[in-house]
């Protein structure tokens, strides 16, 4: 026989066995006990948290010959002709691939005529969001007048994308996001039904991952288990079927960050790219990580209220005081930024690494959070006695040293410093249009500046070592060039070089074409004397 996955086979088949949701289940079966079943209902909440399984049981219910405290009995004919998929009496239809005005017009055609067998016919509409305005439309009639005998149960992801006119003719049931306790609860009930081994850590942890919904736990729970057969599942073995990483690992992804260690933060992505982790779950488990830390500093919440272990928790107190609640807030933002783009992004590795620049660096940003980060930072290290220099305090220096520091002079042609001034005026503009074609280089390429050369050419100019490293990765400098010959409307060469922060920038001279003829003509070499 083939092989029935877990969310499958243990789908609730009466309202009792449904998980979370127990203002609805009580409310429905309150309805059908007391005979005060609508005509129209609309269930909305994310994935996996129960709306079709309920539409199902709600279904059999209102049909079953021998209901028994709202639920089905599951033994007459109605029931068995319902769980078989042979009724006619319960219709599933697909909305996003059912969607247009010609479907909800069979559906309109159908309900003219009474139930042979059992007294509603129910229709379930799943996703019905993805229905066309057409189809919309067409279904109000129906939905506002339906005959006795009809029941329409509606399933969302995203009620917003619903017409008002739709809305108001059901009733509305936002089924909840279920606790990680609940969860867990559920799927060690099914593990222990399934001889499957597997201690509180792991559980936990697929709970935690399936964020709320029931069957991506029941789902997690099942391809880990098929990994790891006959096995006992342990923590270890969840992150390595997910493709996670433990928390010492994200331990030390925060503490690298803390201390504003580009280079061990680039290694860490190293490591976790080497380790065959994906990105995305790795954002994702980071910013957990985070939340807890950020839990920790300021509510002081203890390892029951986090669902963590003492070990855990006791290295979340030490790394409290490294950072503050700002800088925490600050990261989990950036991470969560980066998530986001991270799911249309064909590099998510170069996402990562701009990202982590970012934290380490508050300097690189101009907002309110970057510069509390920079302060946080700042303070503690005044506090553990480290001497902190301003950048605007004159630094001692040896003469010579004041002879490098003098800024070059750079003589142009007329054309070529015009054409300077107007890329210098419009560099923010440029770099914004190259991020809106690839984000990851344009990010790379703000604060920078050009700078002419001689010849015609420009260079971009980086005060992050970092930055220009990636931007030769990612050919971000291919991408400028082009944005400026559109602009320029002419051939211009690119080449980009790293500098310290604070070197002068040159000193443009304007010169005729005949001075530069003069300037830069060969010597040639003669017997002649005078």
Not at 116 to 131: F, N, S, W
Not at 160 to 167: A, E, G, H
């Amino acid at each position: 026989m083939a092989y029935t996955a877990l969310y499958r086979k243990w789908r609730p088949t009466v309202f009792e066995d449904v998980k979370g949701q127990d203002a609805i289940v009580t409310t429905l079966k309150n309805q059908i006990r007391h005979g005060r079943i609508g005509h129209a209902y609309l269930f909305c909440g994310t994935r996996g948290t129960g709306k079709t399984t309920v539409a199902k049981i709600l279904a059999r219910a209102v049909n079953c010959e021998n209901p028994q405290n709202g639920n089905a009995c599951g033994e007459c004919a109605a029931c068995r002709a319902i769980a078989s998929g042979a009724s006619m009496n319960v219709v599933e239809i697909d909305a996003a691939s059912n969607n247009g005005v010609d479907n909800v017009r069979e559906i309109r055609e159908e309900v003219q005529y009474s139930p042979a067998q059992g007294k509603y016919r129910v229709y379930i509409i799943d996703e019905v969001h993805m229905l066309s305005p057409g189809a919309f439309n067409a279904l109000l009639k129906t939905l506002e007048e339906p005959p006795s005998y009809v029941i329409f149960i509606l399933a969302t992801t995203e009620p917003n994308r619903i017409p008002v006119t739709v809305l108001s003719r059901c009733q509305r049931y936002d089924f909840k996001r279920i606790s990680t306790d609940t969860l867990k609860d559920r799927i060690r009930e099914l593990a222990d039904r399934e001889g499957i081994a597997a201690d509180d850590a792991a559980l936990s942890y697929i709970a935690r991952k399936a964020d709320g919904g029931m069957r991506d736990a029941i789902s997690l729970l099942d391809q880990c288990a098929a990994f790891y057969m006959e096995e006992t599942l342990t923590y270890e073995k969840v992150l390595a079927v997910l493709g996670a990483v433990d928390n010492e690992q994200l331990s030390r992804m925060a503490r690298s960050a803390f201390a504003g260690d580009v280079t061990a933060l680039l290694a860490e992505i190293d490591t976790v790219v080497a380790d065959g982790k994906d990105l995305s779950v790795y954002v994702q488990d980071l910013i957990w990580y985070l939340r807890n830390l950020l839990l920790v500093s300021t509510s002081g919440a203890g390892a029951e209220q986090l669902d963590i272990s003492y070990e855990d928790l006791a290295r979340l107190q030490e790394e409290q005081s490294l950072t503050d609640p700002n800088g925490i807030m600050r990261m989990i933002r950036i991470l969560s930024e980066t998530f986001n783009r991270m799911r249309n992004a064909a590099n998510k590795r170069v996402l990562l690494e701009i990202a982590v620049m970012k934290i380490a660096a508050p300097e690189t940003e101009e907002d309110i959070s970057a510069a509390l980060d920079r302060i946080g930072r700042l303070e503690r290290k005044l506090a553990e006695g480290i001497v902190v220099r301003s950048a605007a305090e004159p630094q001692p220096k040896e003469a010579p040293a004041k002879q490098e520091n003098k800024p070059p002079v750079v003589e142009l042609k007329k054309a070529d410093y015009e054409d300077l001034m107007l890329v210098k005026k419009n560099w923010k503009t440029l770099i914004m249009q190259v991020a809106s074609e690839d984000y990851p280089s344009g990010d790379v390429l703000r604060n920078t500046r050009p700078e002419p050369r001689e010849d015609g050419a420009l260079t971009v100019v980086f005060f992050d070592i970092n930055k220009y490293n990636i931007s030769v990765r990612i050919g971000a400098l291919d991408r400028l060039r082009e944005q400026l010959q559109a602009f320029l409307k002419k051939e211009i060469s690119v080449e980009g070089r790293a500098v310290r922060e604070g070197t002068p920038e040159p000193v443009y001279r304007v010169v005729s074409d005949e001075d530069l003829a003069v300037f830069h003509m060969d010597i040639e070499e003669t017997d002649d004397f005078v």
